[in-house]
C-alpha cells in the first residue's frame, strides 16, 4: 500500500490550488486526475470560451464602426479562432501542468479515483491511503434534461462547442442560462443561426428579471431569438440536423444543438459511501473549512457553493489551510461574484432581490440605466441595453446585492462586492467621487435611485 499525506481527488482548478498549496507546505501529496490535469476551465470552460466570446465581441464592435466612425468590412472566418483555441488549450495536452506539479513535489498519477476505505482510495485496484486526509475536487458535467430522443440525437455540450473547427449553419440552444448565452451569442456572431430555448421566464433565471429582459432585448437585436417559459420536449434526427419540439407545439429546426441546461456534480463513481458521505446527494456537504468528514475535504463545483474558478481557488485556499493546520477565516459566500461574458457583459453579487426577500431581509432597491448615464450615451451602441440594480438592507443601510450589465461589467462589479461583504454604509458610497464620465457612475445613479425609493 503506497501512504501519502494528502491525496486530491480530480485536479482541476480547484484540485490544483489544494495540492499546489499542500506542496508547498511541505507535505508528500499524490493528485489523481482521471483527464487533464487543469479540468474544465482551462480546456473546456473559463479559457477557450472567453478566446471565443473575445473574437465575436471583436466583430460586434467592428460592425459598430457603421454609425460611429464610417464604414466596416467584416467578414467572419472560424479558423483563427479554433487555432487560437487549440493554442490555449495546448490541444488538450496538460503536460505543462503536470510538470508544474511535479516540479513542487507532488505525484501526478492518472487514473479514476475511488474511496474504498476511510482514508484510502482506489485507483486501478491499486490502493493509496492518506495520513492527513483526502480532497474531493471532482467537479462537474453537463446535465442532461429530461428530453424523450435527446441521447439518440449527436447533441453538443460545451466540450464538443469548444472543440468545433466549423460554425453550425443554425444551431438551438437549450437553457439561456451563461454557459449557454456565451457561446450562442458566438456561433450567432460567426453566422450561425442561433435560438434559445428557456424554461424559465427570463434568460439568466437566476439573475434579476431586469438584467433578464435587457438580455432579451439585447438578442433580440442583433436577430437571435429566444423562447422563453417553455421546455424542449422531443428530439429527432432529421436530415442533416435535429427536430425540437417545443412544450407550446412549435418545432424548431437546426443542423445543431447545444445542451446547456445546468451542470451536475461527479459523485457516482466516487464511493462515497467508504467515505461515510450520502450517496443520495446531489453535491457535497461542506463546512466552512470545507470539511466533508472525518479525514476528508471537498472543494469546487462539488460543493455547490457556486460553479465558479474563482470560488474554487477559493476553497482550495482555504481547505489547504485547514490541512495545513494554519489559521484562516471560514469560508464567506456573501459577494461571490457570478459573470457571464456574453456582449454586454453582466455581473452580479451577493442577492437579488427575490432572495434577500426569502432570507427576511427588508428590502429595497435602486435601478439605472446605463444608456442614461454620461459614459452611456457616449459609447452609444454597445451600451444600449445596460442597467445597474442595488439590493439593499433597509434596516441595516448596507448594500446585500447588486448587478450590473454593460461594458466592463464583470471588471466593476467588485466594487460592489467589497461594498457587500465589508457592509460599507450606502452613506458612505454616496459620498464617494466616481470618475467622470465611466461606467461605475451608473452605480452612483442606482445608489440614488435607492436613497429616494
Ligand atoms: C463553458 C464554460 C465556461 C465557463 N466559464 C467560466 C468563467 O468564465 N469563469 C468562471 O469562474 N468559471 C467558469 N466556468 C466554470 C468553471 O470551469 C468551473 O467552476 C471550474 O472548472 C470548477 O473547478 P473544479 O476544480 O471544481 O472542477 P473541474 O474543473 O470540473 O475539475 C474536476 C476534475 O476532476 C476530475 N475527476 C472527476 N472525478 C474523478 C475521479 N474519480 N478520479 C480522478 N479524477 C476525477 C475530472 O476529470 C476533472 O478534471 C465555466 C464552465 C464552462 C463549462
Redesign the pocket.
Known sequence: MSEHDAIV???????EEVAGRLADGGLDVLA?????VG???PY???IP??IMVRAGDSLAEAARVTGLAGEAQIAPEWAPVAQRVREATADWNDEVAVERHEGKGETVLR????LVAPRTVEVDGRPFTARRGIVL????EPALPPVEGLKEVDYWT?RDA?ETKEVPRSLVVLGAGP?GL??GQVFSRFGSEVTFVEVFEHALAYDEPEIGMAVADALRAEGIALHTGVRARRVRSIGDGVAVELSDGRSLNAERILVATG?KA?LA??GLEAGGLDTDANLIEVDGHMRAGDGLWA????TGKG??????VYQGRIAAADILGREHSPADYRAVPR?T?MDPEVASVGLTAKKAHEAGVNVSVGVAETKTTARGWIHGPGAEHGVIKVVADSERKILVGGSIMGPAAGDNVGFLGLAIKERIPIKNLRDLIYPYPTFIRGVEDALRELESS
Request: proline residues 0%.
Open positions: 481527488i480530480g485536479m482541476g482548478v480547484g484540485g489523481i486526475e482521471r483527464k487533464l479540468g474544465e476551465c473546456w470552460g473559463c470560451s472567453k487514473g479514476e479515483a475511488r475536487a471532482s467537479g462537474t460545451n469548444i454557459i456565451e457561446l451542470r461527479s463513481e466516487l472543494v469546487g463545483d462539488v460553479q465558479f474558478t474563482h470560488v474554487a459573470v461574458f
